[in-house]
């Protein structure tokens, strides 16, 4: 099956097309090779084919909305009414949604068709979607290799004609890393450009809804589409939306290139900065200005944003307590298991030889959990992943009383640091080119033991969230090891527009 962008595909229909014909091809590579990459949870085949035909001939009347033509796969983390939305956790393994998030709602205004569920890192927390209750999934164009995360689904499906777009979500470049390794596009907005409303939350003041699309066009196509104020998202912003098509045919003179010397030092692969520095080398040459920057502060990025990022995910995540919906321990295993040590207690007690170990064995009978306290740990320890309980242990304690300061406190005046030097930058240049990950795509398995490495692939990512800003990560060739190496971009809040400029320039060199 050839593929083809959004436009590609609406004027092949409007050319006398079958678009049912068309989503049916894209179903049957799902059937075909899905089993061995694991990228589609679920999907809504027969939804989809109604939906085909009513589209098609809303395209050929001339009244189809603007992403009439989209395929579309969604991160397993947005809501969609009547859809699982299990976040990758055994927590939320068949919990239905009850309504649409602000986004869908969008999309499908727009005709677009929404056909999967796509595979991700449980609770977008993780950087290769090795960390999901559905097992891992494996990148198309090398599968002994990770796809990226958290959005990794997301961005395979794109890479392996399963969607023409999809929609992941990005809080520390979860969008960004996963297009880089699997050679697509992705576009993280501005915090509070598109609407967080149905988005189950990791950490609310960086999280971001975002394309991952074959082509900057499409990208811009569904980022006009779901970009906006939304009073559902009090965090969604009051600024105007621009015609992001307007960006497509400028030219790169004019374009002022921001190059700082902190992403290009120790730690990155050297074909991937020869590559980027290349292509910054051809935009000069196409008319670019390239101005030498510092962000100074980025050497405290990963720490800061770990400490934030994790403080954020322990608050959000303590609504999933088995009350209310979601997973929940068996409640007579665990009366049982109560009763059972209130009996072995009681024994120590009478069996204590001393004064001493009768007291020990008291004060343990005393501080034994009530059945709703053990009820939530069960729950909890049950219904969360490793990788999550890590990070929720790790803001629950720079959260703490005695750290607070230390910690979460310093944490926020650095983000505030970080977030001067991007806006001292931008008075000077309109992107910032970097690479979008220290290395290409690594080996299933490689950095399962190792969190610190896992953690270190965001570090070129995680200062537009840190910042607020918007993010691209387009492809800009290969790597000696045949995968595919990320070049992103960076642009000031709510100036999408410089993004979509730059990487479409890129995209055609």
Not at 87 to 107: E, K, P, T, W
Not at 156 to 175: E, H, K, P, Q
Request: hydrophobic letters at 35%; aromatic letters at 8%.
């Amino acid at each position: 099956m050839k593929l083809l962008d959004i436009s590609q595909t609406r004027e092949q229909v409007r050319s006398g097309h079958s678009f049912q014909q068309t989503v049916s091809q894209y179903i049957e590579r799902i059937d075909n090779s899905n089993p061995g990459l694991n990228i589609v949870l679920r999907d809504a085949r027969d939804e989809a084919l109604v939906q085909a035909e009513q589209i098609e001939k809303k395209i050929r009347d001339g009244s189809a909305g603007k992403l009439a033509g989209a395929i579309m796969g969604i991160k397993d983390v947005i809501c969609e009414k009547g859809k699982i939305v299990s976040c990758g956790s055994n927590m939320l393994r068949d919990f239905h949604s009850v309504y649409d998030a602000s986004v869908i709602q969008r999309l499908k205004n727009e005709d677009a068709i929404l056909l999967s569920r796509l595979n991700m890192d449980e609770f977008a927390m993780g950087s290769s979607t090795e960390n999901s209750i559905w097992g891992a999934s494996k990148n198309p164009l090398d599968p002994s290799r990770v796809t990226g995360g958290s959005s990794g689904g997301s961005a395979a499906a794109v890479a392996a004609g399963f969607a023409n777009a999809t929609l992941g979500s990005d809080t520390g470049g979860s969008i960004r890393q996963p297009a880089a390794y699997c050679g697509v596009v992705g576009l993280k907005p501005s915090y509070g450009r598109v609407s967080r409303y149905g988005l189950v939350a990791y950490a609310s003041s960086f999280d971001s809804i975002g394309p991952l699309t074959n082509t900057v066009e499409d990208a811009a196509k569904v980022l006009q589409a779901i970009a906006g104020r939304d009073d559902f998202d009090g965090t969604s912003a009051f600024e105007s939306v621009p015609d992001y098509s307007d960006a497509l045919n400028e030219s790169a003179k004019g374009l002022r290139i921001g190059v700082p010397e902190e992403y290009f030092g120790e730690g990155l692969d050297p074909e991937i900065r020869e590559n980027v520095l290349s292509r910054v080398n051809q935009l000069e040459k196409d008319g670019a200005t390239i101005v030498p920057i510092h962000l100074p502060h980025m050497k405290y990025g990963i720490a800061t944003y770990y400490v934030l990022a994790t403080a954020e995910a322990s608050s959000n995540l303590a609504r999933f307590d088995g009350v209310k919906y979601g997973h929940r321990a068996d409640q007579l295993k665990v009366r049982e298991a109560l009763r059972e040590e209130e009996k072995f207690l009681k024994d120590q007690i009478k069996q204590a030889k001393s004064d001493t170990d009768k007291s020990l064995w008291s004060t343990k009978l005393e501080k034994m959990d009530s059945p709703l306290v053990r009820l939530y740990k069960e729950t909890r320890g049950e219904g969360f992943g490793m990788e999550v309980k890590r990070r929720i242990m790790l803001g629950t304690y720079v959260l703490s009383a005695g750290y607070y300061d230390a910690y979460y406190g310093k944490a926020q005046r650095i983000r505030r640091l970080i977030q001067k030097d991007f806006i001292e930058a931008f008075k000077n240049v309109d992107v910032i080119v970097s690479p979008t990950a220290p290395t290409t795509a690594f080996k299933l398995g490689s950095n399962q033991d190792d969190p610190i490495q896992m953690y270190l692939n965001d570090i070129y990512t995680i200062s537009a969230n840190l910042a607020g800003v918007c993010g691209i990560s387009v492809p800009s060739g290969l790597h000696s090891d045949g995968m595919p190496i990320g070049l992103q971009f960076m642009a000031n809040a709510f100036d999408e527009k410089s993004l979509i400029r730059a990487g479409r320039l890129v995209e055609l060199q």
